[in-house]
Every structure is written in structure tokens, then in C-alpha cells.
């Protein structure tokens, strides 16, 4: 016989009946394992170690580098990092490499922005047609159409120029920017330019006076990511920038190696001191950039 169910008096709330457990073992990700510790502890190494050689060798002389390559510094040595610090060469590169990203920076986030905004907010013929278009641009690198680029610019007469570089850089970087900007753009609730347009604001008032400000988030990832990226180009302004006087930092670390080829600590110090600027500023506004990619992604 089955055993008799009975009802709750009225008024009597029921009570609650415990939910069966279910099968299998469920799967935390949370803390992660042995191996995925492992892992990562692999990659910061592999991506740590040699950022750390060249700065420390930078303090070691030519006899301790060639007596124990990869031992300390015993005793530090700073005059490799001295001569640098006082030659009018590396500053020279380093404000020509400061110039071309500051320019790269400025017409992305420019032109960047303006053509996301369209694409966000406007519906029109063949919107989804032209924002492939700068989806498929993330597939064409500047390697690609590096020589028919450099007989553009020569043709220009851009170069040995700041501009020879900087446009054609922030041209490739149009498309990631636009991709980012684009969903983030999108996201802004259509309220406030509803608002905006009660109150007597234009499509463009609405623009420079609400979207803007509020697509800082994301104008920062683009601007951080075009700006390292320009910093450390080398393909590019090797074949515009021929002068010496005009060149930027990783070619003049390219020129120093070759130049002092024997002196092994000085070429350390001089390439650690390349790497500080993009480091530092990459690693200062990571969050920002951590910030604007999940925006991009959450629209």
C-alpha cells in the first residue's frame, strides 16, 4: 500500500520538499587547477624572462656578460644606462617615436570614432554591408601592402616625416577601432538622445556634447592599443624613415645594435630603456582597456 498523502490545513503554508540531487559531478572553474596554474606560470616566465635579462644585463659589464651570461649583476654597473640616458641620439628617436604616436593616436580615435557612431546609431542602406568592410580590414595587415604603401607615401612626398608614417599606421588601426567602438557606441541607451533632441540638441550636438564623454571607456582601449602599437612599429618607418634624423626608437635600437655590435651590455641598456615607455603606460592603463573591451562586448 502506498502511504496516505495529506493536505495542509488551510492557511498553513506547505511544506517545502528537498530537490532531488542530480546526477554527475558538476565542473568548477572558479579557483581553476594544478594545471592551469601551471600553465600560466609557464607564460609569465616565457613572457617575463627576457624583458628581465635585458634589463639586468644592462647593469653587467661585457666581461661579467661573457664570464656568466645569465648570472647577476656582481657588482651593478650603471654606467651602460648612463651613456644612453646622456646621448642626444636616444632622445632624438625617442621623442620622433613620441610625435608619431601621439599623431597615430589622435587621427584613430578621430576617425575612429566618427565612423562608429553612424554605424551604431543611424539605420540605412547598407550599413551592415560597410561595417564588414572594416570587419574584413582586421584580416589585411599593412605587411601585406607594405610596398605598394611606401610608393604612395614616396609619391606624397611624406617621407623622412612624421606624417609618412602616422597616417598610413592609423589607416590599418581604423578597422579595430571601429570594431570596438562600434557595439560600445550601440549600447548608449536610446533615451538620452531622445532627451537630447527634446531639449533642441542635433545628431551632432548629441554627439560631442553626450556620446563622447560618454564613450571615454572605449576611446581609451583604442587610444592605449593604437599607441603601443605605433610605438613599437618597425617595418613601416624603416622604409620611410631612411634619415637619421627622423627615425624612431626601434629604429634607432636597430642602428645602436649595429653600431656597437661588441658591446653587448650597452645594446642591453639601450633596448630595456626602448621597452620602459610602451611597458609602463600599457601597464597603467590596463584596467581602462580591460574596462572598454567589456563594454564592447556587453553591446
Known amino acids: 500500500m502506498s502511504a496516505p498523502t495529506t493536505t495542509p490545513a488551510p492557511g498553513r503554508p506547505v511544506p517545502l520538499q528537498p530537490e ?39 647593469f653587467r659589464s661585457n666581461a661579467q656578460l661573457a664570464a656568466d651570461p645569465v648570472g647577476l649583476p656582481s657588482p651593478w654597473v650603471v654606467d651602460n644606462y648612463v651613456a ?5 641620439s636616444f632622445w632624438r628617436y625617442t621623442l620622433n617615436s613620441t610625435l608619431v604616436a601621439l599623431i597615430t593616436t589622435v ?18 542602406k547598407g550599413r551592415e554591408a560597410l561595417a564588414l568592410v572594416f570587419t574584413l580590414g582586421l584580416l589585411f ?46 549600447a548608449l541607451p536610446k533615451e538620452l538622445e531622445e532627451a537630447a533632441a527634446i531639449d533642441g540638441a542635433s545628431r551632432i550636438g548629441f554627439f560631442w556634447r553626450v556620446l563622447l564623454p560618454l564613450s571615454g571607456p572605449g576611446l581609451v582601449t583604442v587610444g592605449v592599443l593604437a599607441f603601443v602599437a605605433s610605438w613599437n612599429a618597425y617595418l613601416l618607418p624603416l622604409l620611410v624613415l631612411s634619415d637619421p634624423a627622423s627615425q624612431t626608437l626601434p629604429l634607432g635600437v636597430a642602428s645602436f645594435s649595429t653600431q656597437y655590435a661588441q658591446d653587448t651590455a650597452g645594446v642591453l641598456a639601450f633596448t630595456s630603456l626602448a621597452m620602459i615607455p610602451a611597458l ?6 590596463q584596467r581602462r582597456i580591460v574596462n572598454g573591451l567589456q563594454g564592447a562586448v556587453k553591446g
Do not use: E, K
Open 20 to 58: 532531488p540531487r542530480r546526477r554527475g559531478r558538476r565542473r568548477s572553474f572558479g579557483g581553476g587547477g594544478p594545471l592551469v596554474y601551471a600553465v600560466a606560470a609557464l607564460v609569465v616566465v616565457v613572457t617575463v624572462a627576457p624583458v628581465a635579462y635585458a634589463f639586468l644585463g644592462g
Open 107 to 124: 587621427v584613430v580615435s578621430v576617425l575612429g570614432v566618427m565612423a562608429a557612431y553612424p554605424l551604431a546609431r543611424y539605420r540605412f
Open 141 to 186: 595587415p599593412l605587411t601585406v601592402a607594405i610596398i605598394p604603401l611606401f610608393l604612395l607615401v614616396r609619391d606624397l612626398q611624406l617621407t623622412n616625416t612624421v606624417w609618412g608614417v602616422a597616417l598610413p599606421q592609423a589607416a590599418f588601426a581604423l578597422p579595430l577601432t571601429v570594431v570596438i567602438l562600434r557595439p560600445f557606441l550601440a
Open 280 to 285: 609602463v603606460f600599457f601597464l597603467a592603463m
Open 84 to 88: 644612453v640616458l646622456t646621448s642626444a
